[in-house]
């Protein structure tokens, strides 16, 4: 019976508008957890070894539909909203990632999870490498994709490429700028960051968009980018004080965005590094090919020490 749930699982990720579902297993519940000056919307399903999805720009954790289902057969999943994002709070400070990630060691000491494997994505992967550089005993397992880390490795040459103009785009218009013009300026990403920009539906257009359009949720958003600096500063404190990672560290990316890059990246800040490039993809992974994001982390997470 477990190979044909999983076989009719798979059928289901490799059908394109599987990955633009919203909805949870029912199975899965929901909390809004109080910590660290602001509250954070989380879902919680599965049982066994504890697993936490954390979500990008652009999108909420909403993306990992699709992975939380697969790896709720045999893990606790725990998929956050981040600060300011999503279903979370609106807080008006508090994105640098060093502190973000007080929010997560909060919702996991709420959920009393001591140790977990971080799968991350895009600004995730920038919450996730700052909880694990301070709580090194407490990850067993990290899944980095596609995208860099302030302050690691060629972090500097990253920021030249002209495609994340993003990075630095600040002032105090932004916001007004955008102001009921969120789905206009988040197609940009989604369209230039796909390899296929059609994988991106128009239902999962219209969802996040409808979501950045809360009150506050744009200028968290550029707050997450406005925080690089401070990010950088402090990731190089992490590796000057501790040393590189010395838990197992997969770094996957697009083939047609980060590819090799999330890798290359991630030899300068860990010591055990697997590469992984999910095919016919860009950088929205989740939405391109589910179904190859999907098996490569189960593949990594239950792999035996």
């Known amino acids: 019976m477990r190979a044909i749930l999983s076989t009719l699982l798979m059928c289901c990720l490799l059908h394109p508008a599987f990955a633009q ?19 954070i919307h989380v879902r919680v399903g599965g049982k066994g ?22 790896l709720a057969r045999d893990h606790t999943v725990v998929v956050p909203d981040l600060r300011g994002l999503g279903l979370s ?3 008006a400070g508090g994105f ?33 490498f700052a909880f694990a550089a301070q709580n090194r005993s407490r990850v067993k397992r990290m899944v980095l994709i596609d995208a860099p880390i302030p302050g690691i490795g060629p972090w500097e040459e990253i920021l030249k490429n002209p495609l994340l103009w993003h990075f630095r785009f600040g ?11 969120e789905r206009i300026y988040l197609d940009r990403f989604w369209n230039e960051f796909s390899a ?9 257009r219209q969802h996040y968009a409808e979501l950045y359009a809360l009150p506050g949720a744009m200028h968290s958003g550029f707050a997450q980018f406005a925080a690089f ?41 860990a010591t055990d590094v697997q590469e992984g490039v999910v095919p016919e993809s860009g950088h929205w992974i ?12 189960r593949k990594f997470l239950m792999a035996k020490p």
Do not use: C
């Open 96 to 128: 640098d990632k060093k502190n973000q990630s007080g929010d997560v060691v909060g919702v996991l000491d709420t959920l009393k999870i001591k140790k977990v494997d971080v799968v991350a994505h895009d600004i995730g992967n920038m919450v996730g």
């Open 229 to 269: 600096d401070q990010d950088a500063i402090d990731n190089k404190a992490f590796m000057a004080d501790g040393g590189k990672l010395a838990m197992p560290v997969f770094a996957i990316g697009g083939e047609k965005s980060f590819g090799p890059m999330m890798a290359t990246v991630m030899r300068a800040a």
């Open 196 to 204: 296929t920009p059609s994988r991106f539906t128009e239902e999962a």
């Open 89 to 91: 709070s609106k807080p």
């Open 49 to 70: 070894p504890a697993v936490i999805l954390l979500h990008g720009y652009g999108e909420t954790g909403d993306m990992w539909v699709p992975m939380a289902a697969d």
């Open 21 to 39: 579902t919203f909805t949870f297993p029912p199975a899965f519940k929901t909390l809004d957890i109080q910590t660290n000056g602001t509250t």
């Open 171 to 181: 002032g105090p218009d932004m916001e007004r700028l955008v102001a009921g013009r």
């Open 286 to 297: 989740m939405e391109e090919n589910p179904a190859a994001t999907v098996a490569m982390v």
